[in-house]
């Protein structure tokens, strides 16, 4: 267990950490990094944080974007950690002259212009430290530890278990376990130069890995393939804000997409981009969200997720065109279909026309998946009734601030952050959202901690 420097300037015993409010992160990707820094900024009262995740090294980049040197899929206006100062991370980049140089914002302002997961990365964790060092009150630990197991009770609060071991004593967990445990890092790997690689995903990662194959020389051909047949659309070249239009929005999902595709249509005739149709769009998505029946999830999940996700995940203007170029000269293939085996010779995949082996002397796997309900963390959580599934089965049940709402309703000290949650909040996978998301559960936390600490004044006493 690593113990992180907390710059003390009290005397220890003046902290009495054995009463102070205990709180785990489960995770360090990019959502963990920012609920703490969010805990570090918002809780007024001294407390004690142990971050849970097997990566020895903190390198968020690596989820964000899965190769840092890689540019990110959003402008840096999109990408402050403060969700009040929402230049941040351009100041930050200013501050930086020497990075700010590198930042490809020669066309464009830097607020608009697309940098490196290495640039975010280190953003966020000089974020991360500051706010670290200006709690003297606070301490930190950061243990690489896999959590299997999660329970609750009234008298001991939740206990975090480790295979056959158990962490007792904690108040509040955030669960922010994101894409799962991660496999080893396929990207910066290098081997024989491949005839044929198979890369399969529809999204940007399986967009951004195809052209890094090829511009690398470690591909000659790639099929991409796509479950959907979508790929991702591209950024404006100029940025815009999200545009919103007076009407109201319908309250249904066919209404929605109609309003929402009659908008993009008049935004292209009249020259000004779908793209800020788009982003308002999304900004109300939540709103429209809630509306929705069951059943009306459940369709957006099964026929319209796929291309929604393909007009708010976009590329960079160059690496779209970049895509479409190597597509119009056949040096990428995109295979619409499912893929239902990966072999050591390629993959076995169904497409249109039936079964069909794609040799490959390579596979690249770049499917996101969704939070594994079945891993044993998740299996406890559910089984000791702590969090529900979502009615659309992507995660965990949670209200706006990550709270996870389980039966009976009362609030136990859980959350599920970032993409545990999107089946309960569209969007909540993009950096904008989960920093929003982090300050509301550490306000909503902070809140909670007041009202124990009021009904049991003997807490603050100890
Ligand atoms: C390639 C790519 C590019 C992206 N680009 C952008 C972008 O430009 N703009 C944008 O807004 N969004 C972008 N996103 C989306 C967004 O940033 C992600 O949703 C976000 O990174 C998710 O972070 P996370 O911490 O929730 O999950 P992850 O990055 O998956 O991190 C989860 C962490 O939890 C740990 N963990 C898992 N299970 C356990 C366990 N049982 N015990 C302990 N630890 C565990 C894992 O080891 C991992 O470190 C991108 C996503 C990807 C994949």
């Known amino acids: 267990?690593?113990?992180?420097?907390?710059?003390?300037?009290?005397?220890?015993?003046?902290?009495?950490?054995?009463?102070?409010?205990?709180?785990?992160?489960?995770?360090?990707?990019?959502?963990?990094?920012?609920?703490?820094?969010a805990l570090l900024r918002t809780i007024r009262r001294p407390f004690h944080l142990i971050m849970y995740d097997p990566q020895q090294t903190v390198d968020i980049s690596k989820g964000v974007s899965q190769s840092a040197t890689t540019l990110l899929n959003s402008r840096v206006r999109d990408l402050s950690v403060d969700p009040v100062v929402r230049n941040d991370f351009s100041r930050w980049l200013e501050a930086e002259q020497r990075l700010a140089d590198r930042a490809d914002g020669e066309r464009a302002g830097l607020d608009q212009s697309?940098?490196?997961?290495e640039l975010f990365s280190l953003y966020v964790h000089?974020?991360?430290?500051?706010?670290?060092?200006?709690?003297?009150?606070?301490?930190?630990?950061?243990?690489?530890?896999?959590?299997?197991?999660?329970?609750?009770?009234?008298?001991?609060?939740?206990?975090?278990?480790?295979?056959?071991r158990q962490n007792a004593r904690f108040d509040a967990v955030f669960l922010a376990t994101g894409y799962g445990l991660r496999e080893t890092q396929l990207e910066g790997r290098t081997g024989p130069v491949g005839d044929n690689v198979v890369v399969i995903g529809a999204g940007v990662r399986a967009v951004e890995q195809a052209l890094r194959l090829l511009s690398v020389g470690q591909a000659r051909h790639i099929t991409l393939i796509s479950a959907s047949g979508f790929l991702p659309q591209s950024h404006a070249r100029s940025a815009v804000g999200p545009i919103v239009s007076e009407e109201p929005l319908?309250?249904?999902?066919?209404?929605?997409?109609?309003?929402?595709?009659?908008?993009?249509?008049?935004?292209?005739?009249?020259?000004?981009?779908?793209?800020?149709?788009?982003?308002?769009?999304?900004?109300?998505?939540?709103?429209?969200?809630?509306?929705l029946s069951a059943e009306e999830r459940g369709r957006f999940k099964r026929h319209v997720r796929a291309i929604y996700d393909s007009h708010r995940n976009r590329l960079p203007p160059e690496h779209y065109e970049r895509l479409h170029r190597a597509m119009e000269g056949r040096t990428i293939t995109l295979r619409k279909g499912k893929i239902e085996r990966i072999a050591t010779n390629g993959v076995l995949f169904s497409g249109p026309a039936g079964l069909e082996v794609l040799y490959a002397s390579r596979v690249v796997d770049c499917r996101s998946r969704p939070t594994d309900l079945d891993s044993p963390l998740y299996r406890s959580v559910l089984r000791a009734g702590l969090a529900r599934r979502d009615e659309v089965d992507l995660g965990i049940l949670v209200d706006c601030c990550g709270?996870?709402?389980?039966?009976?309703?009362?609030?136990?000290?859980?959350?599920?952050?970032?993409?545990?949650?999107?089946?309960?909040?569209?969007?909540?996978?993009?950096?904008?959202?989960?920093?929003?998301?982090?300050?509301?559960?550490?306000?909503?936390?902070?809140?909670?901690?007041?009202?124990?600490?009021?009904?049991?004044?003997?807490?603050?006493?100890?």
């Open 126 to 164: 000089q974020r991360f430290s500051e706010a670290l060092q200006s709690r003297t009150d606070v301490v930190l630990q950061i243990c690489p530890e896999i959590v299997t197991g999660l329970n609750h009770s009234e008298e001991l609060g939740f206990s975090v278990g480790f295979g056959d």
């Open 114 to 117: 697309f940098v490196s997961g």
């Open 250 to 291: 319908p309250r249904t999902l066919r209404g929605a997409f109609r309003h929402l595709r009659r908008a993009a249509e008049a935004a292209n005739a009249d020259g000004s981009g779908w793209q800020g149709i788009m982003n308002g769009f999304r900004s109300r998505a939540q709103e429209l969200w809630q509306e």
């Open 403 to 462: 709270r996870a709402v389980s039966k009976p309703q009362r609030f136990q000290g859980l959350f599920a952050m970032g993409p545990l949650g999107l089946g309960s909040l569209p969007d909540i996978d993009l950096v904008p959202e989960i920093v929003t998301q982090g300050h509301a559960a550490a306000a909503a936390l902070d809140d909670w901690i007041e009202q124990i600490t009021l009904a049991e004044p003997s807490r603050s006493d100890k």
């Open 1 to 37: 267990m690593t113990q992180l420097p907390s710059n003390f300037t009290r005397r220890p015993q003046e902290l009495q950490t054995r009463s102070l409010f205990k709180v785990a992160i489960v995770g360090r990707g990019f959502t963990g990094i920012m609920t703490a820094i």
